[in-house]
């Protein structure tokens, strides 16, 4: 079975850090994007990460320059690191992993959402 889990969640005040974790665990063949999203309150769930097998990156305006993804090939990890935080980036931060299991079926894994909120 395939799962994929978040951590690193909390609440920090405007202007500070958080740093989020994403592990795919389980028995696969291999994993290609991995990227995180968003949900805000009252908000369509958006791209804010995205990373590829071979280390291709992109972010979206609203984050650039502030959150930087990084990934682990062997340990089935990304990492978001996030600074600068801002209010309006208060929302449940989403993992989701493209995974070829080992019957060679391909699709989307979405971990439970770990929660960021910024406020002072």
């Known amino acids: 079975q395939v799962q994929v889990v978040e951590s690193g969640g909390g609440l920090v005040q405007p202007g500070g850090s958080l740093r989020l974790s994403c592990r795919a665990a389980?028995?696969?063949?291999?994993?290609?994007?991995m990227n995180w999203y968003r949900q805000g309150p009252g908000n369509e769930r958006e791209l804010v990460a995205a990373?590829?097998?071979?280390?291709?990156?992109n972010y979206p305006d609203s984050v650039k320059g502030r959150f930087t993804v990084s990934r682990d090939n062997a340990k089935n990890t990304v990492v978001l690191q996030m600074n600068s935080l801002k209010p309006e980036d208060t929302a449940v931060y989403y993992c989701k992993a493209v995974i070829t299991t080992t019957n060679l079926s391909t699709r989307d894994y979405w971990g439970r959402g770990t929660q960021v909120t910024v406020s002072s």
């Open positions: 389980g028995r696969f063949f291999a994993i290609s994007d």
């Open positions: 990373t590829t097998s071979g280390g291709t990156t």
